[in-house]
């Protein structure tokens, strides 16, 4: 678990992971989501997108990742997140996500974290803010 006194503002965590069809499979079944532009490549063809692509929540989890095991870590609980998604994942991507402390209340426990994910291109696809309050052990 991390001491709280020990973050510091700019501090920095990524997580790298390259999306796979059985993400894009599982998460389906986790959420319930089989929306044919995650699933069917022939219909996804016909839209603006030209082909499947990942849950954007898929790639959002990616976040929760990195916040609840690097940054801040275990005893991190999320408050809130805003996010905006700028450009679609697809399978076979490497995406990056990067958290980075912005802001830290020492009363609270608290930091607030930018929140990114980038392909393998260096696009941001994924860009926000997430609140996050660090536990005390009783």
Known sequence: MI????????DIAEVV????D???QNFGKL???YNPLHFDEEWAKKTRFGGRIAHGLLTASYISNAIGMKLPG???I???????FLKPARINDTITTR??????????RRVRLSTDCMNQYGDTILS???????????
């Open 3 to 10: 001491n709280f006194e020990d973050i510091k503002i700019g």
């Open 17 to 20: 992971h390259t999306i796979k």
């Open 22 to 24: 059985e993400d894009i």
């Open 31 to 33: 959420s319930g989501d």
């Open 74 to 76: 275990v005893g991190a």
């Open 78 to 84: 999320y408050l809130s997140q805003e996010m905006k």
């Open 99 to 108: 958290v980075k402390v912005i802001e830290k209340d020492d009363n609270k």
């Open 128 to 138: 926000g803010t997430a609140l996050i309050q660090i536990m005390l052990l009783e």
